[in-house]
C-alpha cells in the first residue's frame, strides 16, 4: 500500500519518515521534500514516485499431487558373463 509520509528528517547519510505513527529509516533519497511516497512489500519498505502503480498479486493455480506409481515387475539378472 502506497502512503505520503512526513520526511521527519533527511540528509546524505539517511531519510526517516513516519509511516503508521512508526518512525522508518531509509536510505537517503537525494532532494529535499517535506513528503515523500513510501510502499511496504514483502517486509521492505521502499520508496516510490508520485506515479507508482502497484502490482496485483498474480495467486498460482494450485496443482493437484501425482502419485507415484510403483512397479512390481522383477529385473533379471544379466547375461553378459566375464571371459578370461
Request: hydrophobic residues 25%; glycine residues 4%.
Amino acid at each position: 500500500m502506497v502512503k505520503r509520509c512526513p520526511v521527519l528528517l533527511n540528509n546524505e547519510v539517511v531519510t526517516v519518515v513516519r509511516f503508521d505513527n512508526s518512525e522508518v529509516q531509509l536510505p537517503p533519497i537525494g532532494y529535499k521534500a517535506e513528503q515523500i511516497n513510501v510502499v511496504f512489500e514483502n517486509g521492505k519498505y521502499k520508496v516510490v514516485p508520485d506515479n507508482y502503480v502497484e502490482q496485483p498479486k498474480i495467486q498460482k493455480p494450485k496443482t493437484e499431487k501425482t502419485e507415484n506409481k510403483k512397479t512390481t515387475q522383477k529385473v533379471g539378472k544379466s547375461k553378459n558373463k566375464r571371459r578370461h
